[in-house]
């Protein structure tokens, strides 16, 4: 492969591509799933595997049991929290089940309202926790299956709403939802606001002290580089020690070493924690999240907003499809591209070390990040251009592994 030049005088933020190993080789357009591992990495889990193997059973002296609230801090300043304010779970579905088992719905206040358009993993745990709880979930529809109407969505917030838990950036069309209008009107109605920001933090401005979310939850693995195992809650210091999780545990009783038989809730933010923590995870979880710090937010998000602008006049000049918000305010990260025989072609990109994913319903999807050169978009748009054009997509209509 030919080494591309690097021009980080009009291009500061491509000076964070060595941060990346992976980057020599390889076009990386899929920090939606999983971002690319930070240099730093194997040096942490290396630092892990001496801690554990040298240290044993006193390696929990190394800050084990603190690190999911010391790893949430260095994410607090992504999103404008303070420290003490977020916790790392295992993944949003159970940091999102934390938060709806800590509210009560008496028959006057038994609605959650959701949107169709919300991870279905989210959804899935919801519907069911919900079902135990006595609660009902509305469900609000999308017009074109890109957005939701944020009329709409704001008109289905009423006296019966207990909680509102939607996506803050939709993940098959990267629809950005007006968050400070959703939590302003739940606010008003008396409900709370548990906000799904996964493919928002890192990618776009996320603010909880402007938008005042009572929740909010996302993780590190994608747009924030910082790998599978660590998600995040944030809970907002109005609710934090109100509410009493009933998904809880040891980390979060007040004397946790006291092996007591009842639950004693403590405060701040252990007091949403559960079992022991990853670990692992925890370990490298921050390195990516520093990297971004370093970077800056509004640099990532004007720098996001022209190259998913470029991405869009690139496939309008040919025609495809585009399932993504074309107003840049209503837009996060990711453009997905609806083009004939879109699985295939995704494999043929991979088989070219293009990273991209495919999903049915929205297509190829292309995330570019701070990292990601203007030419590396020319060069993914050439190779759908050449696999639909040659027919070398017919290679791969054998259904073989996905990367999903
Ligand atoms: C918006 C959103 N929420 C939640 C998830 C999945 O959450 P987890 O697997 O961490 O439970 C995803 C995964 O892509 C997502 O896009």
């Not at 980080?8 to 971002?35: K, M």
């Not at 790392?88 to 028959?107: E, G, R, Y």
């Not at 660590?230 to 809970?235: I, K, M, N, P, Q």
């Not at 991405?311 to 585009?322: K, Q």
């Amino acid at each position: 492969m030919v080494k591309k030049r690097v021009d980080t005088q009009r291009d500061p933020l491509l000076a964070f591509r060595e941060e990346f190993p992976i980057l020599a080789n390889t076009n990386y357009l899929v920090s939606n799933s999983l971002g690319p591992m930070p240099r730093a990495v194997p040096e942490k889990l290396a630092e892990y595997a001496r801690d554990w193997g040298d240290l044993g059973v006193k390696a929990w002296n190394r800050g084990w049991w603190e690190l999911p609230v010391t790893v949430g801090d260095e994410i607090a300043p992504l999103i404008n929290a303070d420290s003490g304010e977020i916790v790392m779970m295992p993944n949003v579905t159970i940091a999102q089940t934390a938060v709806l088992s800590s509210i009560d719905f008496p028959k006057d206040r038994d609605t959650v309202v959701m949107t169709e358009l919300d991870f279905p993993s989210v959804r899935y745990a919801y519907a069911e926790m919900a079902q135990r709880l006595g609660a009902r979930v509305v469900s609000v529809r999308s017009d074109d299956g890109i957005g939701i109407d944020i009329d709409k969505l704001l008109q289905a917030i009423d006296e019966r709403t207990r909680l509102v838990a939607v996506s803050h950036v939709l993940f098959r069309s990267a629809y950005l939802q007006d968050v400070d209008a959703i939590c302003r009107r739940a606010h008003e109605m008396g409900a709370l606001v548990s906000l799904d920001s996964f493919h928002a933090v890192g990618i776009v401005p996320v603010d909880v002290k402007r938008s005042k979310p009572d929740f909010l939850t996302g993780g590190v693995l994608k747009w924030l580089c910082g790998g599978p195992g660590a998600c995040f809650l944030y809970v907002s210091p109005t609710v934090r020690d109100q509410l009493k999780p009933a998904l809880t545990g040891w980390q979060a009783h007040s004397r946790p070493f006291a092996f007591e038989s009842e639950m004693e809730y403590t405060t701040g933010a252990f007091r949403w924690l559960n079992g022991t923590p990853v670990i692992p995870a925890l370990y490298v979880a921050a390195e990516g999240p520093r990297i971004l710090r370093r970077a800056g937010i509004p640099a990532i998000r004007d720098k996001s907003l022209r190259l998913t602008s470029r991405l869009i006049e690139l496939a309008d000049g040919r025609g495809y499809t585009v399932n993504a918000p074309r107003d840049p305010q209503k837009r996060g990260g990711t453009v997905a591209l609806d083009v004939p025989h879109g699985y295939e072609v995704t494999q043929h990109l991979l088989s070219r070390n293009i990273l991209v994913d495919y999903r049915v319903g929205a297509g190829i999807r292309i995330a570019p990040h701070f990292f990601t050169r203007e030419d590396e978009l020319e060069e993914v748009i050439f190779e759908i251009d050449t696999a639909l054009e040659s027919g070398s997509w017919q290679r791969f209509s054998e259904k073989i592994a996905v990367v999903t």
